[in-house]
């Protein structure tokens, strides 16, 4: 059984795609931050009706079986003529930790965007973080659960599936 449904993220895609629409009336460039997203912001910039740039950016935190982040490596990072001047909104398939998405915005604010805003389809609820990034748009908040389907994967699989599934705890 999914833990969010196919049709509820259709529902919430839409959704998001309303108030983006109305945010961003003469525009967005968005920052991608690949290869989890790809079917969520796929889906929005379908719904989007305002003028939209898209670049993509690669980071990895979670390497093989990994159920937790480890360190961060950019492997495909964002360049200043992509943000420059423009109002941004990255986008990403989930915010855990909040590494990625901290190092991305120190990275882009520098490069002086217009604005910076942030988009996630799923928040998990980490209390043992308390200073984490703010997003200003959230899909769905979730439990603390290893989580794959709709872009998010488990060492490579799982991607491909249309609703999101959490995963058994690792055992230990």
Known sequence: EPLIATEAIERRV???AGAINVRYVDGVSIVAVMTGAIPFVADLMRRLTIPVTVSVVAARSYVGTAQRAGDLRMLLPVSA?????????????????GQTLGVLFEDIRAMTPASLAGCVLLRKERPDIPS?????????????????????????????????????????
């Open 14 to 16: 839409a959704e998001l």
């Open 81 to 97: 003529e992509q943000v420059a001047g423009q109002d941004v909104l990255v986008i990403d398939d989930i915010l855990d930790s």
């Open 132 to 172: 984490r990034i703010e997003m200003d748009y959230v899909g769905f908040d979730i439990p603390d659960a290893f989580v794959v389907g709709y872009g998010l994967d488990y060492d490579g699989l799982g991607r491909n599936l249309p609703a999101i599934y959490a995963m058994p705890a690792e055992p230990g």
